[in-house]
């Protein structure tokens, strides 16, 4: 494995969730690692082709994170803060079943104003 790819996998590994490919570059570039952003792409579509990784789109934003169990995402819709949550799918799953759906694939995104924002913003607005 590349000292790319074990610090690209180091640094989403050690994110609670949500990376950008340009945040995931600064990290490199702290790191002593300086790669092409093409190398990015590449390592990054390598890593999500193996299922190490997957990519989140937030609005028109991609984003990354480590393939682990399945959480969701609060998302501020003024600052762009992501917070990982865990919802109960079993719940979800079975309302699923009562209107003959068949879950396929999980990824939900729940949008509001974080703590930080609401102060003085109406976050439905």
């Not at 610090?7 to 340009?22: E, F, T």
């Not at 969701?72 to 865990?86: D, K, N, R, W, Y």
Request: proline share 2%; hydrophobic share 40%; aromatic share 6%.
């Amino acid at each position: 494995m590349t000292a790319v790819k074990k610090a690209m996998l180091s640094c989403l590994s050690s994110n609670d969730c949500l990376i950008s490919a340009a945040r995931l570059k600064n990290y490199l570039n702290q790191q002593g690692i300086t790669p092409s952003r093409s190398t990015i792409w590449r390592e990054l579509s390598f890593l999500l082709k193996t299922g190490l990784i997957r990519k989140v789109t937030v609005g028109r934003k991609i984003f990354y994170e480590m393939n682990t169990a399945a959480h969701q995402h609060l998302i501020c819709l003024h600052c762009s803060a992501v917070f990982p949550i865990q919802l109960d799918l079993q719940m979800l799953q079975a309302q699923a079943e009562q209107c003959g759906f068949q879950l396929s694939k999980e990824q939900l995104q729940i949008f509001g104003c974080c703590k930080n924002c609401s102060r003085g913003i109406d976050p439905l607005k």
